[in-house]
């Protein structure tokens, strides 16, 4: 479904990726992990039009993923939250999950401006969606606070709403535990896999959180400096004696 | 609750002329011009995070259209003078909005600033078209059998388009347009992730705010009656910013009431030009210190206990 062929970056001298290659299955759960710095991160930042990378390809579904700005990567059902919470923060709970529809939504500006009753459908039919979406993650009560002032795992779950709203195929979750108490990762585990299971959804996550990792994915890449050093399943990964070497090698992070 | 309140102003604003002396009649049909183009520039600035020092260079445009239009064809409707207007300032957005797409912060506000000075040295200039330094005189406005020749006739013109300039920004700002405008403000990345067209965003931002002020020109032509280049100099433009930073960056309501205060103020000041500036300033610097989201967020913040 996704397809990373061989992709390198530099930034200012620096190598953050030397040719990447990584293909995910449709309704897979692949997770990148890696000691800071290894480039998981740049991955989802080239994959969702953020990053050009210097050499390399990037497919979706058989589309040169290259060649397209990021709102048009999103629109192939591409969608993702970030390692730094980016969540609209003087916006209420609910607006957000709203923009996070903006692709699925047709009101242009006049029609907007004008309140033509299509749009005012439109937009109820909208909000309702966003409400229902808002309560399967435990977010109903918050729908008319500001982003801004909920707690970072809320906010968390927030971005992962806003993600949802837009009913992307492809879901690329950028540590989704961090920040998160044990309670609270197991729970994500949860809805991750339920998402997976409910909806077809393919994911992607980058996750320290060992525990997280190995409960639920499919398949692990492992990336140290750039390289694609070991991938395969859970267990392989966790015996594999480049991945324990890496991670001693990187332990002080 | 918000029924009656707006019956209430609707009302008010209906029985002003009868009310109010006819200087504050004219005064109050300023006050719809301004609060018209205070909601165009906060929806560029305060929805959209795009800072502009030159919208005064956009109310010419549309105040000189409109008076262009009135003059050569004599009789033409009010109602198409002002959509001339709109239509004008409109492309003129466009053609600014494209090229600042690059720019941000201090360098956006440098580059509106100077489209600001170029407006105003084109009308000097461009004597056989607007007649220069000599100053424009506007035709009275027309509405098909009658001529709106009276300050209340006037006034009435004015807060009905401004009546409907605030409806549609009300719609615009509660639907997929309005809150795209406002992710792009808060995080640009993250709007883009979620499928907004950054650069067709912010150029639409500049062309609808460019609209709503060429309209607020339209009407200040025929309000005032005569237009000369120096109306539109770069203290209106601050003048502008000042009215949205008062009034609420952000919000609609706040922007109409900011350019009511602003207006006021300007026109109760007028007696005292040498100490305007002072007073002014030292308003805006409180207003930014005391009551840091404008007048809008005071308002919320009393509704909210």
Known sequence: ?253 | MRYPAVAIGAAGLVAWPWAAPPYFVFLASLVVVNAIVAIGLNLLSGYTNQLSFGHAGFLAVGAYTAAIVATRWPGVPVVVALLTAALGAALVGLLLGVPCLRLEGLYLAMATLAFGFVVVEAIVNLEWLTRGNDGLRVPTARLGPWALATDTARYYLAVLVGAAMVWAALNLVRTRTGRALLAIRESEIAAQASGVHLAKYKTLAFVISALYTGVAGGLFAFVVGFLSPDAFDVFLSVDFVAMIIVGGLGSVPGSVAGAAVLTVLNDSLAGFQNYRPLLFGALLIASMLFMPGGIASAVRRLKGG
């Open chain 1, 1 to 253: 479904m996704l397809s990373v062929d061989d992709l390198s970056i530099t930034f200012g001298g620096l190598t953050a990726l030397r040719g990447f290659t990584v293909d995910v299955a449709e309704r897979e759960i692949l997770a990148l992990i890696g000691p800071n710095g290894a480039g998981k991160s740049t991955v989802f930042n080239i994959v969702t039009g953020l990053y050009r990378p210097s050499s390399g390809r990037v497919t979706f579904r058989g589309r040169d993923l290259l060649a397209l700005p990021p709102h048009a990567i999103a629109r192939c059902g591409i969608a993702r939250t970030f390692q730094n919470t980016e969540v609209f923060r003087r916006l209420t709970v609910l607006d957000n999950v709203l923009i996070g529809r903006h692709t699925h939504l047709s009101a242009g500006a006049l029609r907007g401006a004008l309140g033509l009753p299509t749009v005012a459908r439109e937009e109820a039919a909208a909000r309702d969606a966003a409400r229902a979406l808002l309560a399967r993650l435990g977010l109903e009560d918050a729908a008319g606070l500001e982003a801004g002032s909920l707690p970072l795992g809320l906010q968390k779950r927030l971005e992962l709403a806003r993600a949802l709203a837009a009913e992307p195929r492809l879901l690329l979750l950028d540590e989704p535990a961090g920040g998160l108490n044990p309670t609270e990762t197991q729970a994500l585990m949860e809805v991750i896999v339920r998402l997976r299971d409910a909806h077809g959804l393919t994911i992607v996550l980058v996750e320290h959180d060992m525990e997280l990792v190995m409960g639920i994915s499919d398949r692990i890449a492992v990336l140290n400096d750039g390289r694609k050093i070991a991938d395969g399943k859970p267990r392989e990964i966790a015996a594999a004696p480049v991945v324990i070497e890496a991670y001693l090698g990187g332990e002080d992070d």
